[in-house]
């Protein structure tokens, strides 16, 4: 018979069961009880880790948050990466992220919207994905952005954009090549950084 897993194995098994559900029924099938089907955990487990549904949403908007960033590390960019070799990477990691996980976007999606109604979920929402922030700031401040907070903001919400479309909107069944992602990309920093 396997061990249970106990401290943070069970930690992030509840998480990862939890954002299973997400993508799978959606903010009103995540149960606590539902939690410990999915991992395979006696009743009560999930209520012992997270007492309060506030801390079942904050267990899961964190694993998805370390999930996301080793899905979305565009590996290998640093300061001195060139504007073809941040677009490079880029596009490789959203091309990952588009083609081999796409549930965790529609995790992203339901936390999203659920945080719109909980304050407290909108607070600690916003903390954690401040993570992807700063690296994305200072690739930008290398390649040469004399605004490198608004070009950040509008390459977020570019990659949102496609994002969404991919995951929930009419692209959710043409997905683009990495080539695409890459000319994509390619247009918007040469228009940002103008080279």
Known sequence: MAARPTGSDRAELIADAALALLAERGMRGLTHRA??????????????????RQALLEAAVRRLAEREGRVLAPGGLGAGADTGELVAGLARALHRYLTHHPELLVCRYELALEATRRPELREFFDATGMQFRAPLVALMTAAGSPEP???TLSLVAWCEGLMFSCAAGSYHRSVPSEAELRTGFGELLRGMLGH
């Open 149 to 151: 907070e608004r070009h």
């Open 35 to 52: 939690v410990d089907e999915r991992a395979g955990l006696p009743q009560g487990s999930t209520s012992n880790h997270a007492r309060t």
